[in-house]
């Protein structure tokens, strides 16, 4: 297994500009969720979702949309990038809220 | 959602057991105490639960108070490999949210 990948590892973005981070997962997860860490900072979620075609918002979900069209896949979308949206963003899955969560290694995005 | 406080920091030595302490007075009968670790440049890792008993598993144990407003991570043996930031969070599986929110850790410095 895989497990969660994340794709690209890293970004750099000019403001006002889109683009998608992908996120997959080969364990059969329902669970699946954004977050995004800022320096020194814990984990904040932005979206998240308990299965294919359902999906919500976290704490920080303006400036994002998300998507779930397979169980595997879970994307990202910054529609117009802005300075403040530079962070580091995990994926996570697990088999439902309740079960342990297993973290991608990350998308380190820069918006200049 | 309940909230959680831990050190902003502890030390340890290599070899030596490591108890990292974690307050939830606002804990309520069906919130969970998760720990996940964060490595450095790295995604959370999942670490242990629990919700009433003393928990353990090849990572750590977990203790937990009589009145569930306390708990400690017990690293038995600390290694150079255990520095990271540890996050101790309530998940609430009785509603509808079992999100995990993350505070900002305890960061764990490992000495040789």
């Known amino acids: 297994n895989a497990g969660v990948t994340q794709t690209p590892k890293f970004q750099v973005l000019k403001t006002g500009q889109s683009m998608t981070l992908q996120c997959a997962q080969d364990?059969?997860?329902?669970?699946m969720s954004w977050y995004r860490q800022d320096p020194g900072m814990g984990l904040r979620l932005i979206h998240y979702?308990?299965?294919?075609?359902?999906?919500d918002q976290g704490e920080v979900p303006n400036g994002y949309n998300v998507s779930r069209s397979t169980t595997e896949d879970f994307p990202l979308r910054l529609l117009s990038a802005a300075p403040s949206q530079t962070s580091v963003y995990f994926c996570?899955?697990?088999?439902?809220?309740?079960?342990?969560?297993?973290f991608g290694p990350g998308t380190r995005l820069t918006v200049t | 959602d309940a909230k959680t406080t831990q050190p902003n920091s502890m030390e340890s030595n290599e070899e030596e057991p490591v108890h990292l302490p974690c307050n939830h007075s606002?804990?309520?009968?069906?919130?969970?105490i998760h720990w996940y670790r964060q490595l450095p440049s790295q995604g959370p890792e999942y670490v242990i639960h629990?919700?009433?008993s003393n928990v353990n598993n090849r990572m750590a144990s977990l203790a937990i108070a009589e009145d569930r407003k306390s708990s400690t991570l017990i690293l038995h043996r600390a290694t150079l490999r255990d520095a990271a930031v540890y996050y101790c969070?309530?998940?609430?599986?009785?509603?509808?949210?079992?999100?995990?929110?993350f505070g900002k850790g305890t960061k764990l410095s490992v000495k040789p």
């Open positions: 629990g919700l009433t």
């Open positions: 364990m059969n997860h329902e669970y």
């Open positions: 979702s308990v299965g294919a075609g359902i999906t």
């Open positions: 969070i309530l998940r609430d599986t009785g509603g509808s949210q079992g999100n995990l929110i």
């Open positions: 996570a899955s697990s088999r439902s809220r309740v079960y342990e969560q297993y």
């Open positions: 606002t804990i309520s009968g069906t919130d969970y």
